[in-house]
């Protein structure tokens, strides 16, 4: 049960580690970048994504670095999601953009291929939104999202969010103009 607060938005001292009954979700790690590389290589995983799939180590690296950099200019929050029992990182999630103004957020993320299906999402998803609410103090999270990914959309539902609005050739990617939905959760 996700529970809403009245308090003002309050961005952490210090990095917040989550935990829920099966993930640790830290923050990303220069050593991740193997495993970052690995995922958004991947044509699966971009599929649903407006973004060209990552062809270098260094480029995994640089986006670690800058995710690293968001956090500690107050920008965003990027967590790592790795299973309890070890073996690297499966996901990453977190809240992609800040307006502490409008106690708002962008929350996004993305899941290793073998661990699709086993529910790993919704945990470290609703363990995030919790978070958002209760202890940054919130009073709305936004997901961008292709009208086309049932997945990530059945997700949202689950949690809460309702679509709040749809846009018609939002962005362009390879040649053509994609449609996207925006769904919202409110404390």
Known sequence: MITPSTKLFTFPESFPMLETKRLKLRSLRPTDAGAILEMRGSSLVNRFIGRPEMQSQESAEELVSKTIQAFQERKGIAWAGELKSGNGIIGTCGFNTLEPLNRRAEIGGEMHPSFWGKRFAPEAFEA???YGFSSLGLHSIEAKVSPEN?????????????????FKDRYFFAGRFYPMAVYVAFA
Do not use: D, N
Not at 150 to 166: D, N
């Open 150 to 166: 049932k997945s990530a959309i059945a997700l949202l539902k689950h949690l809460g969010f309702e679509q709040e609005a749809w």
């Open 128 to 130: 995030i939104v919790q």
